[in-house]
Nanobody
Framework: QVQLVESGGGLVQAGGSLRLSCAASGRTFSSYAMGWFRQAPGKEREFVAAISWSGGTTLYADSVKGRFTISRDNAKNTVNLQMQMNSLKPEDTAVYYC???????????????WGQGTQVTVSS
């Protein structure tokens, strides 16, 4: 059974930090590219960050570059994906989704498997 389970969301003041995590199991996710998307109220889902299967290549949306850092830990049966979010802004408020793709290359259109999402709210 494929599972991508996000955690770490919450409420934070502008300028603060949060660390999102995603535990992925049920497939050989150690060979998958993974990443994060987000969707704010009334807006389309948008790409945030991606990381290649090895962690050697990362890709970021311009809006988060320099503030967010994506990383991964390829354990035997469960891959742990994380994203450190610093200098948070109210416009970062959204539901954040963990995504995995069988193509191992970090890309903006990764989309095979999705988590249920975790809410991040940044107050001004």
């Amino acid at each position: 059974q494929v599972q991508l389970v996000e955690s770490g969301g919450g409420l934070v003041q502008a300028g603060g930090s949060l660390r999102l995590s995603c535990a992925a199991s049920g497939r050989t996710f150690s060979s998958y590219a993974m990443g994060w998307f987000r969707q704010a109220p009334g807006k389309e889902r948008e790409f945030v960050a991606a990381i290649s299967w090895s962690g050697g290549t990362t890709l970021y949306a311009d809006s988060v570059k320099g503030r967010f850092t994506i990383s991964r830990d390829n354990a035997k049966n469960t891959v742990n994906l994380q994203m450190q979010m610093n200098s948070l802004k109210p416009e970062d408020t959204a539901v954040y989704y963990c995504v995995a793709d069988s193509n191992p290359i970090a890309r903006r259109d990764i989309n095979d498997y999705w988590g249920q999402g975790t809410q991040v709210t940044v107050s001004s």
